[in-house]
């Protein structure tokens, strides 16, 4: 009786194991994500349950991005389209205007709690004019708020949450996995905030000086002290006179450094700091030359500390 008994039981089994196997997966939600920064986050939150696609690549600026026709494809088959925000994206700005109904645009500039500084507009922060007009046609809009907000990573966290809340609601079945890797990743940027912090210590005190005003909320994080901004545009070098006002302003701020971004000619900063005492680097505020994955936001603030101590404080 008892073998008769296990014999029986083998085509339910057998029939049990064949209905999983046919039975439809949960659909992987499909995402999208501007830059490289936010597409990391999105990515670590996203793990084992898919892969967000990037839109910026490379050392191209979000700034003056153009849209190419393989993005809006991307885009109108998308579930969620994740921004930092209008100003910091300004080619979003058509964009989410045109998007299918179905696609939610998720603006994480707008997540809750989140620590916003206002555009530094003192005497020693300029305005960068030269992003009035870009060649694609795109027109910049300055806002009121700096939208370069991943750099802090408590906001990082917030934003953590904001993903898994968006993604959990357009696939529920994987909820668990979202909330599951946004709390891993919560731990993961508590110790890295961490080792920044103690990384960045001895440099605390000394001044420097950026081209574009993109450190505002790493500075805030970490007791940094840029003295201001040198608007410059990579596509248009400054004439002598330029140069020279430009020469006397990091000699009356007493800069220890000043710092470029990837897209200038470390000649023109050369020639900018030719007679002062200011050493040269360069810093990358969106990781433009990093490659994309989930790991990006960890390298970008270690490498941003790295180029910073290696400058302000060189060794020998």
Known sequence: MHRVGRRAARPL?????????????????SVVVTIKPLHALVAQVMDGAGSPELLVHGTSSAHTYALKPSDAAKLNRADIF???????????????????KGVEVVTLQETAGLQLLPRRTGATFEEEHS??????????????????????????????????????????????TFRANADRLKAKLDALDAEVARELAPVASKPYVVFHDALQ???????????????????????????????KKVLSLGAACVFAEPQFDTRLVDNLVEGTRARTGTID????????????????????????????????
């Not at 057998?14 to 046919?22: D, S, T, V």
């Not at 809340?165 to 696939?171: D, G, T, V």
Request: with cysteine.
């Open 13 to 29: 089994v057998a029939g049990g194991l064949l209905a999983c196997l046919l039975a439809p997966a949960a659909a992987e939600v």
């Open 131 to 176: 992003h009035g007009k870009h060649g694609h046609g795109h027109k910049h809009t300055h806002s009121a708020i700096d939208g370069h907000a991943w750099l802090d990573p408590a906001n990082a966290k917030l934003m953590a949450d904001r993903i898994a809340q968006a993604l959990s609601a357009k696939a529920p079945a994987k909820a668990a």
């Open 285 to 316: 505020p969106e990781g433009s030359k990093i490659a994309p994955g989930p790991d990006l936001y960890f390298a970008l603030l270690r490498t941003l500390a790295k180029d910073l101590k290696a400058c302000l404080l060189p060794v020998g």
């Open 217 to 247: 909320y790493f500075e805030r994080r970490y007791g940094l002290k840029a003295a201001g901004s040198i608007a410059m545009s990579p596509e248009v070098p400054p004439g002598a006179k330029r140069i020279s006002t430009l020469r």
């Open 82 to 100: 994740f921004r930092m925000s209008e100003t910091m994206e300004p080619f979003t700005a058509k964009v989410v205007k045109s998007l299918p």
